[in-house]
């Protein structure tokens, strides 16, 4: 059988495996292979796991021979390295926490583990999860599979990255301000962002508590839903989880959308978007229509307050949730300052990045006395208009459509000392984690080669209607299917 193993779906993986067509340890060197060939150009990777993966592996294929298997056992993954894994180093790609081996698993990680599980590595990202591009890593910025000069969007630049170069089937990532679907959309891949409170968020590392949230990015839609019957529940250490039950998402994917009802949020075709990614998105649109959906066209007025909405309340966090770097409980610690204070202030100068300690002094800001009301009140305050302007949408509407970002991706170093451009590269992804909704990126087609992605977003806990219609799609289109000549 000649099957190219590292271009797999999880779902086709899982046929071969319970076939015993190929063991897991095959698939585990296939992925570690790849990783060898392309990593060097990709740079998806902070830490590869070897012997960790060889390890499940051959646990998997124990179980395999059992028959009882979950759909993800023995599949090779990558998590993103905010995420902490026992006994495995997890970095937040940051100096910080370079040499940081945390003594617990996050919920997902446990969650994944019981399912069978084959760790390949962990993925490399933007700084603490701050950044649009994965160039804002401290050990290495991550190159786009389609075109590497250009980037792979952030903050989960090396998990998107790494299932479009086929380095692992499946990879997790987390999502603050669109760090999951903006990458997916940049590479070509299916990326979901769940509702908030969806997936549990204990033993996540946290950059802004109120808008982060775990997701899969696979290859097609399939899998994300097969990675989410398993990610997704609730947990009692995590306060903000949310206790729903948990559907079998795979139920959902019947490829029938007549019927269903799709909003068209003429903001989101912002001043400025190129018009390649617009033609492509209205081209997705007509073809919804020919698949029996109803479309029609609704405004959300209050989206064009969502940047500076976000960029009060993320970096707010982000100055509460970064104070405990201190140099002195874990992690880096400057060496040779005098007092306790200069060692605090010399760890955070050399142990954080430029574009974290940007955020950090903002969020202060924000927070300090006299500017609280005028800034961060303000902004939760708009927060609860963005909110209910999509619950009005959402009464009428099933889902809302739309571009995932207004450019395809751009050249690495293009934006990176512009920080108000490379922020408004998620202007279409922001004001759905303002408001806690879930999202989903897929492919939705190339302009100059280079990778165009669609966003569809529900209301909250409605993951399995935005499943239904990119699934639909999906078997009506083979954007999903391209690969890039790496």
């Known amino acids: ?77 990558l998590i993103k390295d905010v995420m902490c894994t026992r006994g495995v180093r997890t970095t937040c790609s940051s100096k910080m926490l370079e040499n940081f081996v945390p003594p617990y698993d996050a919920a997902v990680v446990e969650k994944l583990n019981e399912a069978g599980m084959v760790m390949v590595g962990k993925a490399n990202m933007d700084e603490f999860a701050m950044g649009s591009s994965t160039e804002h890593s401290a050990f290495h910025p991550t190159h786009n599979p389609w075109n590497l000069s250009r980037v792979p969007g952030g903050s989960s630049g090396g998990s998107a990255a790494a299932v479009a170069a086929g380095e692992a089937i499946y990879t997790l990532g987390s999502d603050t301000g669109g760090s999951i679907r903006q990458p997916a959309g940049f590479c070509s891949v299916t990326g979901l962002k769940p509702t908030y409170g969806r997936v549990s968020r204990y033993g996540l590392v946290a950059f802004a508590s109120s808008l982060d949230q775990i ?17 997704a529940g609730h947990d009692s250490r995590d306060s903000t989880s949310a206790p729903q039950p948990v559907p079998d998402y795979t139920q959902c994917l019947t490829g029938d959308i007549k019927g269903m009802k799709i909003g068209i949020p003429k903001e989101y075709f912002v001043e400025g978007m190129q018009p390649e990614v617009e033609t492509a998105i209205r081209v997705v649109i007509e073809q919804l229509q020919d698949m029996g959906a109803k479309v029609g066209e609704v405004s959300l007025p209050h989206t064009r307050h969502a940047l500076a909405v976000y960029y009060i309340i993320a970096p707010s966090e982000a100055s509460a949730n970064l104070a405990r770097y201190d140099g002195t409980k874990y992690g880096f610690r400057y060496q040779g300052a005098d007092t306790m204070w200069d060692t605090m202030d010399k760890t955070r100068q050399h142990g954080f990045g430029a574009e974290v300690k940007r955020r950090i002094m903002l969020g202060t800001y924000a927070l300090s006395a006299g500017y609280y009301d005028a800034y961060y009140l303000k902004a939760q305050k708009v927060r609860t208009l963005i909110r209910r302007e999509f619950d009005e949408a959402f009464e009428k509407y099933d889902v809302l459509v739309a571009p995932t970002s207004p450019t395809v991706p751009f050249e690495i170093g293009e934006k990176v000392d512009d920080p108000v451009q490379m922020y408004l ?13 879930p999202g989903i990126s897929i492919p939705a087609g190339f302009a100059d080669n280079l990778p165009i992605g669609m966003q569809i977003i529900s209301k909250p806990f409605a993951e399995e209607t935005i499943l239904k219609i990119a699934h639909a799609y999906q078997q009506a289109t083979d954007w999903h299917m391209r690969k890039p000549a790496l």
């Open 425 to 437: 590269a998620d202007v279409c992804t922001l004001p759905v984690n303002i408001a806690g909704l």
């Open 215 to 231: 997701g899969p990015l696979t290859q097609d839609v399939t899998d994300c839903a097969l990675v989410m019957n398993v990610i």
């Open 1 to 77: 059988m000649t099957t190219d193993y590292n271009q797999l779906t999880i779902h086709e993986a899982n046929k071969l495996l319970k076939d015993r067509q190929v063991s897991s340890v095959e698939l585990t060197k296939a992925c570690l292979e790849r990783i060898q060939q392309v990593e060097s150009k990709v740079g998806a990777i902070v830490t590869v796991t070897e012997e960790l993966a060889l390890e499940q592996a051959r646990k998997a294929d124990e179980l395999i021979g059992t028959g009882d298997i979950n759909p993800l056992t023995g599949v090779p993954a």
